[in-house]
């Protein structure tokens, strides 16, 4: 079963404008990963949050962590058109378990 | 390029037949992690390894799955008597102990078709 839910599932901005999704988990957790993935592609780690962690950055990636609504979000500033990809969340219990993911097309 | 590697990458197979992927990680790794992913779908978890030992299978990993990692260092996935369901992305992935934050790192993937 599918540990987290991300939302939108789907997001489509023009370059330049921000992308916000976000990551809804069931249980608790010891980290929370954000991963990107091209079409066809494997999975290229973006981001780690410690579950003592609140927000952190990384580049134009912005990610927040909030335990006790169970939800993270991530956010990519100034998109680029090689932002168009799959962003899934991932939390960490022993193994890495993955929502079904957003895609994000970002048009020139 | 994450340096685990996955071979083949791409497979086609009649239904009924035997495959096996092959999985080699980063070296200093000691998890290794089997995944499998459809279109439109995220990673779902089938088994992991620490060095030899498979610490934990999911009940996705029917008794047409096994997997082994007999030395501690490459891994094979092998699906016996395949099925169309069978057919999606199968995905390796390494990392040190997870829970200490160390990051997983996932190879390419290895296609299956199942016609």
């Known amino acids: 079963s599918q540990q987290g839910e991300e939302d939108p599932q789907a997001l489509s901005i023009q370059e330049g404008e921000n992308a916000t999704m976000n990551c809804s988990y069931k249980?608790?957790?010891?980290?929370l990963q954000w991963y990107r993935q091209n079409s066809g592609r494997g999975l290229v780690h973006l981001i780690l949050?410690?579950?003592?962690?609140r927000e952190k950055h990384s580049g134009r990636l912005r990610v927040t962590l909030d335990t006790s609504k169970k939800s993270s979000s991530l956010l990519i500033t100034a998109s680029r058109a090689a932002d168009t990809a799959s962003y899934f969340c991932?939390?960490?219990?022993?193994?890495?378990?993955f929502g079904a993911g957003t895609q994000v097309v970002v048009t020139p | 390029d994450t340096g685990v590697s996955q071979d083949p990458r791409h497979k086609i197979t009649k239904r009924g037949q035997n495959v096996t992927f092959r999985c080699d990680p980063i070296?200093?790794?000691?998890?290794l992690y089997w995944y499998r992913q459809t279109l439109g779908q995220g990673p779902e978890f089938l088994t992991y390894?620490?060095?030899?030992?498979?610490?934990?299978k999911s009940r996705l990993l029917s008794d047409r799955f096994s997997a082994e990692r007999p030395k501690g260092s490459f891994s094979t996935l092998e699906i016996q008597r395949t099925e169309q369901g069978d057919s999606a992305m199968y995905l390796c992935?390494?990392?040190?102990?997870?829970?200490?934050?160390?990051?997983?790192?996932f190879g390419e993937g290895s296609w299956l078709t199942v016609v």
């Open positions: 390894f620490q060095n030899e030992a498979q610490l934990e």
């Open positions: 249980t608790s957790i010891n980290n």
């Open positions: 991932a939390t960490a219990r022993g193994k890495l378990q």
């Open positions: 949050i410690r579950s003592n962690e």
């Open positions: 070296s200093e790794h000691n998890r």
């Open positions: 992935a390494s990392s040190k102990q997870l829970n200490s934050g160390n990051t997983i790192y």
